[in-house]
């Protein structure tokens, strides 16, 4: 360990302060959890000391402080000032110390793994990120399959001008921490070869109703960003934990085949570091996990669950030359494990006009609105406040927009993606996955978006009827004969 970087199996949950909360939680696992069949990929981060000789060295500070003036002054948009703002820190050039000890540390990693120049990914953790009351999806930057150590020096540099994207400006504005005083630390983990295999996301709660009792786990061909994104439809499996820890059983309660029309994987030579490419026939048609790795997953979800003591969300990849299934990011899950457990709020939707979509719900909402219907990140300007987000898929640029919109239709993703997993943070109810929202649905239409009948979410032509009841559970009498409930549809368990 330096002043500048540290080992991640040198690393507990408590450093949040100096490499932020990914890289806390990626060395909190390899330090504690190792021995429990918990496997990360070893790699090293930067601390935020390094962060803020780099910006004492280029004297950033006066020029972060007079941008962030003219913002909240009306001098200068949000565009302008964050575009000034990451110039300013890719042009910057490095101390010389940290630049040496981020070489000598990658150098190291290679002689661990046996590789001269190991590819790794490079990835942003910033220190207010990840936190169990401020966790929006990917506020700044990750870099994969990054080779070489001059490679390395240049993504950390754009790691550290990530920490000034328009979304990132746009999200501390709004929780209230100050620009200033935020620092950023760099991962930089061993790639694990999913790129030639598959990867996703799961949670030790089952996201849309709050249940404990279930882990819900996404996956995809290739490299996971295309399902963080939600650029495709991954496969979804679902788990009943209290049988998990059963070799004898295969509590697999749910597997839906996802349709997975690309999967990101490396680039060739002289090509950028991943593409994405069209997937085959064979792997549309087949799961991405066997029955034996779905439990695998599950029983590490469960163990990674119980150490940190609250409901978690977690990437996973899998090795494509080796078949382990690795965990590369772990943080806390914070809408379901936050929600009321005192008030049940039911939705009841009398539609005006016929259906028009389903998809995947997120929520158990209902709202309505006219469309606004945006292909691209560039066109959000366009946005009418209050109206109904239909679009492709969503990225963090599109967060300030997606709080102001009534709900939000996407053509792709799934219940892991980013535009669920923000409506989640948000409240609003979001249907994902309809497969061609942007081509059935046109700008200004009136719609009506319901989330309250259950997995799936339904788009109704024109401005139907809704109404709210909140029932209190505070005074619910105790009964000598137990209540049970007779479900005719097995997928709305969870929720009642």
């Not at 997975?260 to 593409?275: A, D």
């Not at 490419?277 to 064979?282: N, Q, W």
């Not at 965990?327 to 008030?343: D, G, L, N, W």
């Given at each position: 360990m330096s002043a500048n970087l540290i080992r991640f199996e040198e690393l507990t949950r408590e450093d949040v302060a100096l490499v932020g909360g990914k890289n806390a939680s990626l060395g909190e696992m390899i330090s504690t959890l190792a021995p429990k069949g918990i496997r990360v990929p070893p790699g090293f981060a930067t601390t935020s000391d390094a962060y803020r000789a780099f910006v004492a060295e280029n004297d950033l500070g006066p020029v972060i402080a007079y941008h962030v003036a003219a913002l909240e002054a009306g001098r200068m948009t949000l565009a302008e000032v964050g575009s000034a703002l990451r110039r300013a820190f890719e042009r910057g050039h490095w101390p010389a110390a940290v630049e040496a000890d981020i070489r000598a540390a990658y150098r190291d990693l290679g002689e661990r793994l046996g590789q001269a120049a190991p590819s790794v990914a490079v990835r942003s953790s910033a220190t207010a990120e990840d936190l169990p009351d401020a966790s929006f999806a990917g506020q700044q930057e990750t870099f994969l399959n990054i080779t070489g150590e001059d490679a390395l020096i240049t993504a950390c540099r754009r790691c550290y001008a990530s920490l000034f994207t328009d979304r990132a400006i746009s999200y501390r504005r709004v929780q209230g921490f100050d620009h200033s005083e935020v620092a950023l630390s760099v991962g930089v983990q061993m790639m694990v070869r999913s790129d030639i295999s598959c990867s996703g996301v799961m949670f030790s709660i089952d996201t849309e109703t709050g249940c404990d009792r279930f882990v819900l786990i996404t996956g995809a061909w290739g490299l996971g960003e295309t399902v963080v994104q939600g650029a495709v439809d991954p496969d979804e499996f679902m788990v009943f934990k209290p049988f998990a820890g059963d070799p004898a059983l295969t509590p697999i309660v749910a597997k839906d085949l996802g349709a997975?029309?690309?999967?990101?994987?490396?680039?060739?030579?002289?090509?950028?570091?991943?593409?994405n490419?069209?997937?085959?026939?064979?792997e549309r048609a087949r799961f991405t996990l066997s029955d034996a790795e779905v439990l695998e997953l599950a029983r590490m979800a469960i163990t990674?669950?119980?150490?940190?003591?609250?409901?978690?969300?977690?990437?996973?990849?899998?090795?494509?030359?080796?078949?382990?299934?690795?965990?590369?990011?772990?943080?806390?899950?914070?809408?379901?494990?936050?929600?009321?457990?005192?008030?049940?709020?039911?939705y009841t939707v009398k539609p005006a006009g016929p259906k028009v979509l389903e998809g995947l719900s997120v929520g158990n909402a209902a709202a309505a609105g006219r469309a606004c219907l945006i292909q691209s990140a560039a066109d959000i300007d366009t946005f009418v406040d209050g109206s109904v987000l239909v679009t492709s898929i969503t990225d963090p640029d599109w967060v300030p927009i997606m709080k102001r919109a009534a709900a939000i239709v996407t053509d792709h993703g799934g219940r892991t993606s980013h535009a669920a997993i923000v409506s989640r943070e948000l409240g609003l109810p979001a249907i994902v996955g309809t497969g061609d929202a942007t081509h059935v649905l046109h700008d200004g239409q009136d719609l009506t978006v319901s989330c309250a009948e259950g997995d799936k979410g339904t788009v109704y032509d024109g401005i139907g009827e809704i109404t709210t009841e909140d029932i209190s559970l505070d005074d619910i009498p105790e009964t000598r004969t137990r209540v049970m409930l007779n479900v005719a549809d097995p997928s709305a368990a969870t929720r009642w």
């Open positions: 997975k029309e690309v999967k990101m994987i490396y680039g060739s030579k002289g090509e950028p570091q991943t593409r490419v069209p997937t085959s026939k064979a990674i669950e119980d150490h940190y003591g609250l409901p978690m969300d977690m990437e996973w990849a899998k090795d494509g030359i080796t078949g382990a299934l690795y965990i590369v990011q772990a943080r806390p899950e914070t809408v379901q494990s936050r929600k009321s457990s005192h008030v049940l709020q039911s």
